[in-house]
């Protein structure tokens, strides 16, 4: 099988892909806007294209990672090459619609075409550690997939382009939340003298915890159904007035508790204070209106 693949745009991002593929034994093609930066991959085994048109024909798959969508397109309106019977897997970070637009750009110049996202910093790329999504037609990362996996962990997410960009959003509110939350708690026990580190074993136990709630909190919500089983909206709504209250008298920040407690009041109000905590998924589903 044909394993020779091109890498478009050499970044930090970009050159650790490139010598992923290149430690893996893959004959590699690289381009860069700014060739210098592909010296070293030169030096390691890589081939520069002189061209970013010969880049794309010296391989059957193409990825490419530039700083965002805007220089994507700033870069594809530089070709009128003929992408017919190419395979462009786009790793350049963005949003759902730039990934279906670009799908859409792509498809009609008869391009294959595989949009991801990189959970994953430069050093861990070319390691397990380095989780990678994709997303479109399934045929096609199916017949990459080999080559891709020299990347890291490799996922396929569905035939929608837009899937992997939303998964890459949706994995950034977990880590902030997940963040936020310990800091919220960390800036209160530091009032008591207790130290960030005393403090984040027991912070990390609460978040692993509250994370086996999921596949069920999960049930409920696909099912549309809230049964409180375990608590009731109006308890928890009690405990996060505590909290409010706590941070106020303490004398630190009190926002985010207070906006966690705004969402659970509309929710109350609309009349779902006995139902389950994901009943809040009905508030978290539409625009906030004020
Ligand atoms: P860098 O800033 O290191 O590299 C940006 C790359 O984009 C360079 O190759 C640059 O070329 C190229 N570029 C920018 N504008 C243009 C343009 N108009 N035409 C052609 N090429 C252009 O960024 P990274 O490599 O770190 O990031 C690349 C992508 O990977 C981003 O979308 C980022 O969000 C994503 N990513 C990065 C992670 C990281 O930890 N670094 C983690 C996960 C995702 P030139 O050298 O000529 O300037």
Not at 10 to 16: D, H, K, Y
Not at 21 to 27: E, I, N, S, V, W
Not at 177 to 193: C, D, E, I
């Amino acid at each position: 099988t044909d394993t020779r693949v091109t890498v478009i745009g050499l970044g930090l991002m970009g050159q650790a892909l490139s010598r992923a593929f290149l430690k893996a034994g893959h004959p590699t093609t690289v381009w860069n806007r700014t060739a210098a930066k592909a010296d070293r991959l030169v030096a390691e085994g890589a081939l520069l294209a002189p061209t970013f048109g010969d880049a794309l024909k010296a391989s059957p798959l193409t990825i490419v990672c530039v700083t965002d969508y805007p220089a994507l397109r700033e870069l594809l309106a530089t070709t009128d090459a003929d992408l017919a019977g190419t395979t462009l897997v786009n790793l350049t970070s963005g949003d759902s619609a730039q990934a279906r637009e670009t799908a859409r750009w792509a498809e009609e110049r008869g391009a294959r075409y595989l949009d991801g996202a990189i959970m994953a910093v430069p050093p861990v790329i070319g390691t397990a550690d380095a989780v990678i999504l994709h997303s479109g037609p399934e045929s096609d990362f199916e017949a990459h997939k080999p080559v891709l996996e020299a990347l890291g962990t490799v996922s396929y997410l569905g035939a929608d382009h837009g899937l992997a960009s939303l998964y890459d959003v949706a994995g950034l509110a977990m880590m902030w939340s997940v963040l936020n939350a310990w800091l919220q708690g960390t800036a209160m026990l530091r009032t008591a003298g207790v130290d960030a580190a005393t403090y984040a074993p027991f912070a990390r136990q609460i978040a692993a915890g509250v994370a086996e709630w999921l596949p069920g909190y999960a049930e409920q919500i696909d099912n549309g159904s809230f049964p409180a089983e375990v608590s009731a909206l109006e308890t928890d709504a009690r405990a996060m007035d505590h909290l409010i209250e706590e941070s106020e008298a303490l004398g630190v920040n009190a926002e985010l508790p207070k906006l966690i407690k705004a969402m659970a009041a509309r929710s109350i109000a609309a009349g779902h204070g006995a139902e389950q905590y994901p009943v809040l998924i009905e508030e978290f589903s539409k625009p906030h209106e004020g």
